[in-house]
């Protein structure tokens, strides 16, 4: 099944780019910039549902 959640990208004074997905409660990750970013959201959502999955519980839409 496939899921789409909307991301909250942030660009960081330092340098690079924090995402977080405001359905999946702790799902933040980082990338250098926003190719890396959004490509790192997406593994991180990813493992975020395998998780949920093999906890039995439920996925959020």
Known sequence: MQYTYKI???KEPE???TVSVPALPGCITYGEDIDEAMAMA????ELYIEEL???GE???A
């Open 58 to 60: 439920g996925i959020p």
């Open 8 to 10: 909250m990208l942030h």
């Open 53 to 55: 999955e093999n906890r």
């Open 15 to 17: 340098g690079g780019y």
């Open 42 to 45: 997406k593994e991180a959502v």
